[in-house]
């Protein structure tokens, strides 16, 4: 710590994730569009916890064992496999509410096992449908914190920088921050802040294209709506659950 205030830093794609030392930090496991966003609003709407697998093999394994839906995606499309795909419309309280999620995703779940395996103390899911709460956990706990961005097979991707933007640009005065990547994040926020969707289709945004090509645009505006919910997902025993 420096002048009594914790650090902060942002990692922009998880093949940078090597150069954070994530012993002792408390790591926010971003993947706006969609997983995290569906993580936070599974348990919204009363999912028992979402069980994050690193394979289809194994989500698909682990939702016989436990009884669970089995759901994610590849390339941003259902996993072959899978019946259920990585739109957080398509948990409503009425499908999700007292079941359990067990969620393969092509760059978030894999992100936030490597951070376990990297050492990291706790970690928890963050997305714009839930940044309140993350922001107000974050500024809590008064210790190190790594904002990590799941980005998009290793590529930096606009949407998850500026969540981790939005983060730092409400608690930056909590945190020591010498991290460039950090202060970069917050002005892309400020300058994307006034209206996010639009700034995307402006910028021309990858995987904002990707998605639009498959007809996605309710998923992506309701992605880059802040505080639907006020969950804080948190992982405990290979779940995660309400914090």
Same mark, same amino acid.
């Given at each position: 710590?420096?002048?009594?205030?914790?650090?902060?830093?942002?990692?922009?794609?998880?093949?940078?994730?090597?150069?954070? *030392?994530?012993?002792?930090?408390?790591?926010? $496991?971003? *993947?706006?569009?969609?997983?995290?966003?569906? $993580?936070?609003?599974?348990?919204?709407?009363?999912?028992?916890?979402?069980?994050?697998? /690193?394979?289809?093999?194994?989500?698909?394994?682990?939702?016989?064992?436990?009884?669970? $839906?089995?759901?994610? +995606?590849?390339?941003?499309?259902?996993?072959?496999?899978?019946? !259920?795909? #990585?739109?957080?419309?398509?948990?409503?309280?009425? %499908?999700?509410?007292?079941?359990?999620?067990?969620?393969?995703?092509?760059?978030?779940?894999?992100?936030?096992h490597m951070a376990l395996d990297s050492g990291a103390e706790e970690i928890i899911t963050g997305a714009f449908v839930n940044l309140s709460a993350v922001c107000r956990y974050v500024q809590e706990q008064h210790r190190p914190v790594v904002?990590?961005?799941?980005?998009?097979? @290793?590529?930096?991707?606009?949407?998850?920088?500026?969540?981790?933007?939005?983060?730092? @640009?409400?608690?930056?005065?909590? %945190?020591?921050? #010498?991290? @460039? /990547?950090?202060? %970069? /994040?917050?002005?892309? !926020?400020?300058?994307?802040?006034?209206?996010?969707?639009?700034?995307?289709?402006? #910028?021309?945004?990858?995987? !904002?294209?990707?998605?639009?090509?498959?007809?996605? +645009?309710?998923?992506?505006? !309701?992605?880059?709506?802040?505080?639907?919910? *006020?969950?804080?997902?948190?992982?405990?025993?290979?779940?995660?659950?309400?914090?």
């Amino acid at each position: 710590m420096q002048s009594g205030k914790p650090s902060l830093h942002t990692c922009l794609s998880p093949a940078l994730l090597h150069l954070y *030392d994530l012993q002792g930090c408390l790591v926010v $496991i971003i *993947d706006v569009l969609r997983a995290t966003s569906t $993580i936070a609003t599974a348990l919204h709407n009363g999912a028992t916890a979402v069980m994050p697998v /690193a394979t289809v093999h194994r989500c698909i394994e682990l939702g016989k064992a436990l009884g669970g $839906i089995t759901a994610g +995606e590849r390339d941003g499309k259902v996993a072959e496999g899978l019946t !259920y795909g #990585n739109s957080p419309l398509e948990y409503p309280e009425s %499908f999700i509410g007292g079941r359990l999620l067990v969620l393969t995703t092509t760059n978030g779940t894999k992100l936030l096992h490597m951070a376990l395996d990297s050492g990291a103390e706790e970690i928890i899911t963050g997305a714009f449908v839930n940044l309140s709460a993350v922001c107000r956990y974050v500024q809590e706990q008064h210790r190190p914190v790594v904002l990590g961005c799941a980005a998009w097979k @290793d590529r930096m991707n606009m949407e998850d920088t500026l969540f981790a933007g939005a983060v730092i @640009d409400r608690i930056f005065e909590h %945190f020591h921050i #010498n991290c @460039d /990547a950090s202060h %970069f /994040a917050r002005n892309l !926020y400020r300058l994307a802040a006034p209206d996010l969707f639009q700034f995307m289709h402006e #910028n021309q945004a990858s995987h !904002y294209q990707r998605l639009m090509g498959y007809g996605l +645009e309710k998923d992506i505006r !309701y992605c880059l709506t802040p505080d639907q919910t *006020d969950v804080l997902p948190i992982y405990r025993g290979e779940q995660l659950v309400r914090g």
